[in-house]
T-cell receptor, first 116, second 111 residues
Framework: NAGVMQNPRHLVRRRGQEARLRCSPM?????VYWYRQLPEEGLKFMVY????????ESGMPKERFSAEFPKEGPSILRIQQVVRGDSAAYFC??????????????FGSGTRLTVV | QQQVKQSPQSLIVQKGGISIINCAYE??????FPWYQQFPGKGPALLIA?????SEKKEGRFTISFNKSAKQFSLHIMDSQPGDSATYFC??????????FGPGTRLSVLP
């Protein structure tokens, strides 16, 4: 079991470019969560997805950010027209089923986005 | 009401000492309280968790103390080791909801 796989580990983008972050959940997990961690801050929820469905996107900025989890392939977090304030670590987590209180998430190692 | 407060922001402890990190919450619907450990360059990893029907849970050198009436919970690391140096996050979850994380505590254990 390879765990939650995120790539790339590091991503550098110039202002105005697009950033695509990928997350492959653990085997058997069908629920994916994206969190953002700004320097010296905690984890902030962004979006919760199941296969082909966005369940909760209450933490997503209204503009430039989008997420998908297609039937086949990894979940993608897309940031269009990146700005310096988007520089952060983006973590993906997965769980085997609907949110319950029986277990914590399994996080990936994150993608560190730097906007120059 | 969704916020989880965490203190201290940073903590320095001598090897062999006790590290104590505190968290507080307001939302009485929270019913699951995990702690995560994060090393530099890595994702957070679940360390230990507690439900409010018990006041304490111990796993090795790590203990969670839970005070339901005060809406507070804390992580105690006994016999702290340099390898414990990391950032620790408390979190809380209500059934069917996403986790809410505290801002983190950066622990440094001096050799």
């Amino acid at each position: 079991n390879a765990g939650v796989m995120q790539n790339p580990r590091h991503l550098v983008r110039r202002r105005g470019q697009e950033a695509r972050l990928r997350c492959s959940p653990m085997k058997g997990h069908s629920h994916v969560y994206w969190y953002r961690q700004l320097p010296e801050e905690g984890l902030k929820f962004m979006v919760y997805l199941q296969k082909e469905n966005i369940i909760d996107e209450s933490g997503m900025p209204k503009e430039r950010f989008s997420a998908e989890f297609p039937k086949e392939g990894p979940s993608i977090l897309r940031i269009q027209q990146v700005v310096r304030g988007d520089s952060a670590a983006y973590f993906c987590a997965s769980s085997p089923g609907q949110l319950t209180t029986n277990y914590g998430y399994t996080f990936g190692s994150g993608t560190r986005l730097t906007v120059v | 009401q969704q916020q989880v407060k965490q203190s201290p922001q940073s903590l320095i402890v001598q090897k062999g000492g006790i590290s104590i990190i505190n968290c507080a919450y307001e939302n009485t619907a929270f019913d699951y309280f995990p702690w995560y450990q994060q090393f530099p360059g890595k994702g957070p990893a679940l360390l230990i968790a507690i439900r409010p029907d018990v006041s304490e849970k111990k796993e090795g050198r790590f203990t969670i103390s839970f005070n339901k009436s005060a809406k507070q919970f804390s992580l105690h690391i006994m016999d702290s080791q340099p390898g414990d140096s990391a950032t620790y996050f408390c979190a809380a979850q209500a059934y069917g909801q996403n986790f809410v994380f505290g801002p983190g505590t950066r622990l440094s254990v001096l050799p």
